[in-house]
Nanobody, 115 residues
Framework: QVQLVESGGGLVQPGGSLRLSCAAS????????MSWYRQALGKEREWVAT????????NYADSVKGRFTISRDNAKKTMYLQMNSLEPEDTAVYYC????????WGQGTQVTVSS
C-alpha cells in the first residue's frame, strides 16, 4: 500500500542543523513532484518546499529560503530536507506528500529547536 515514512527529526539548539528523510513506497515515486510540509502546535499545516520529479526545479517558502535545501534520490525512493540555521520558529512536526497532498499522510517527524 501507499506509505510515506518521515524520519530524522530531533531536538537541536538554535543555529543547528538536521537532515530529514521521507521514504516512499506503494507508488511510482520517480514521476511525482514531492513536497515537505510542517505543522506547529495549534497551527495549520503549512507548505515548506517542493521538488520536481527530476529534481531540476525547487521552490521554498519565504520563511525557510536560504536555510533549507530539498533533494531527492529516485533510485532510493527517498526525499530529503537539509535544514540549517534552525530557529525556534521551525519547531513543528514535518511531513512529506505530493504537492496535491494526494497520498495518505505519514506520522511525521518532530523537530524541536530550543536551547
Amino acid at each position: 500500500q501507499v506509505q510515506l515514512v518521515e524520519s530524522g527529526g530531533g531536538l537541536v539548539q538554535p543555529g543547528g542543523s538536521l537532515r530529514l528523510s521521507c521514504a516512499a513506497s506503494g507508488f511510482t515515486f520517480r514521476i511525482y513532484a514531492m513536497s515537505w510540509y510542517r505543522q506547529a502546535l495549534g497551527k495549520e499545516r503549512e507548505w515548506v518546499a517542493t521538488i520536481s520529479w527530476s529534481a531540476s526545479e525547487t521552490n521554498y517558502a519565504d520563511s525557510v529560503k536560504g536555510r533549507f535545501t530539498i533533494s531527492r534520490d529516485n533510485a532510493k525512493k527517498t526525499m530529503y530536507l537539509q535544514m540549517n540555521s534552525l530557529e525556534p520558529e521551525d519547531t513543528a512536526v514535518y511531513y512529506c506528500n505530493t504537492p496535491q497532498r494526494s497520498r495518505p499522510w505519514g506520522q511525521g517527524t518532530q523537530v524541536t529547536v530550543s536551547s
